[in-house]
T-cell receptor, first 119, second 109 residues
Framework: GAVVSQHPSWVICKSGTSVKIECRSL??????MFWYRQFPKQSLMLMAT?????????EQGVEKDKFLINHASLTLSTLTVTSAHPEDSSFYIC???????????????FGEGSRLTVL | GQNIDQPTEMTATEGAIVQINCTYQTSGFNGLFWYQQHAGEAPTFLSYNVLDGLEEKGRFSSFLSRSKGYSYLLLKELQMKDSASYLCAVLDSNYQLIWGAGTKLIIKP
């Protein structure tokens, strides 16, 4: 199947700093990538849909100025958590569809996830 | 509103069979997915059903009834490594994935 790589896997930062998480599709092009957040013992929560070459579409309740998303190429999307606070500590996961492989079934391939801890 | 229901937690014995149910109410339907997620890891794809019936893939099978808004994931010959959360997700009419909260499956020796 298609491979999605996410980096870094773990990050610890001080409150008030910014953290960038990268999501790459390694063997396919992804015009659309998805960013999720998952708190302990809870399901995935879609934060935003990242569209190559255009602005991201944010879900209700997600601050677009705090969670900056850039999808500069067909294989890379980045999520920047600006001015991070302890309540932003979570597991952030990206995913992408390989339309060439799965057609329009919507099957998602996930990155490994990035665990953010804000002190 | 859109809603996906699945049990929060289930316990089963190694070597046994377990069925995890999922019911859904969504605006449109373009398929149902099951994903497995081990603690601290990203989800991995298990199955996709868009037509009614049973899809078998090794020890795992997934069933769908669109008229009932119901699916189940059947795990046979349970192994300790099957201890994980199992997520049910439905693709709605806008091709957006609606996620269930997941079922934590605990396997006991």
């Amino acid at each position: 199947g298609a491979v999605v790589s996410q980096h870094p896997s773990w990050v610890i930062c001080k409150s008030g700093t910014s953290v960038k998480i990268e999501c790459r599709s390694l063997d396919f092009q992804a015009t659309t990538m998805f960013w999720y957040r998952q708190f302990p013992k809870q399901s995935l929560m879609l934060m935003a849909t990242s569209n190559e070459g255009s602005k991201a579409t944010y879900e209700q309740g997600v601050e677009k100025d705090k969670f900056l998303i850039n999808h500069a190429s067909l294989t890379l999307s980045t999520l920047t958590v600006t001015s991070a606070h302890p309540e932003d500590s979570s597991f952030y996961i990206c995913s992408a569809r390989d339309l060439g492989l799965a057609g329009d079934t919507g099957e998602l391939f996930f990155g490994e996830g990035s665990r953010l801890t804000v002190l | 509103g859109q809603n996906i229901d699945q049990p929060t937690e289930m316990t089963a014995t190694e070597g046994a069979i377990v069925q995890i149910n999922c019911t859904y109410q969504t605006s449109g339907f373009n398929g149902l997915f099951w994903y497995q997620q081990h603690a601290g890891e990203a989800p991995t794809f298990l199955s996709y059903n868009v037509l009614d019936g049973l899809e078998e893939k090794g020890r795992f099978s997934s069933f769908l009834s669109r008229s009932k808004g119901y699916s189940y994931l059947l795990l046979k010959e349970l192994q300790m490594k099957d201890s994980a959360s199992y997520l049910c997700a439905v693709l709605d009419s806008n091709y957006q994935l609606i996620w269930g909260a997941g079922t934590k499956l605990i396997i006991k020796p």
